[in-house]
């Protein structure tokens, strides 16, 4: 396994359009994380999924945003009707232990995202 | 509230000892870390440390925790200009998300 992989690595879109990243985490990774990135500043936090479950959402996820989690393995997050302010990178994570252990996060290369 | 901060910027010449400094606020954290990011790629976990202990070292890194100050920082010895890059630090707070500051651009002159 190499590591967390994101598809694709670079999107540009109309504004008003939908997107869609796909997320595979490192394999038998339990947790899975989404972040965004903008420019100069660190990765902040979107939502997480524990398996299939969803279990924290930030509130930088407006109802335009959706992840899902379908079989506990990848993920996939859907911006719908995007706007200029959506561009970005959308970072991937992974973690592969329970809760009340280290928390180490394994980071995906990224999908850059530019709305024009 | 959780919130990291860190410099913006740091310079220093091959073969010196870098010193990257942050300072968290949540002192629920129970570890914090150290990642690095070069352009166009995304963070590598460089180190970490657990929130009872003061010092950690691994091979050129050496992680200092004031917990009382709620002061990180980051040493790294006979700096490479391969250690070009930006550097977070994050806390875990109170939750399974990391908090990630802001990112300290560190400038390895040869």
């Known amino acids: 396994d190499t590591g967390v992989s994101q598809n694709p690595r670079h999107k540009i879109t109309k504004r008003g359009q939908n997107v869609t990243f796909r997320c595979d985490p490192i394999s038998e990774h339990n947790r899975l994380y989404w972040y965004r990135q903008t420019l100069g500043q660190g990765p902040e936090f979107l939502t997480y999924?524990?398996?299939?479950?969803?279990?924290?959402k930030s509130r930088l996820l407006s109802d335009r945003f959706s992840a899902e989690r379908p079989k506990g393995s990848f993920s996939t997050l859907e911006i719908q009707r995007t706007e200029q302010g959506d561009s970005a990178m959308y970072l991937c994570?992974?973690?592969?232990?329970?809760?009340?252990?280290?928390?180490?996060?394994?980071f995906g290369p990224g999908t850059r995202l530019t709305v024009l | 509230g959780e919130d990291v901060e860190q410099s913006l910027f740091l310079s220093v010449r091959e073969g010196d000892s870098s010193v990257i400094n942050c300072t968290y606020t949540?002192?629920?954290?129970?570890?914090l870390y150290w990642y690095k990011q070069e352009p166009g790629a995304g963070l590598q976990l460089l180190t970490y440390?657990?929130?009872?202990?003061d010092m950690k070292q691994d091979q050129r890194l050496t992680v200092l925790l004031n917990k009382k100050d709620k002061h990180l920082s980051l040493r790294i010895a006979d700096t490479q200009t391969g250690d070009s890059a930006i550097y977070f630090c994050?806390?875990?707070?109170?939750?399974?998300?990391?908090?990630f500051g802001s990112g300290t651009r560190l400038l390895v002159r040869p």
């Open positions: 994570a992974s973690s592969p232990r329970a809760a009340g252990f280290n928390n180490e996060q394994f």
């Open positions: 440390i657990f929130s009872n202990m």
């Open positions: 999924f524990q398996n299939e479950a969803q279990l924290e």
């Open positions: 949540d002192s629920s954290s129970t570890y």
């Open positions: 994050a806390e875990d707070g109170s939750s399974y998300k990391l908090i």
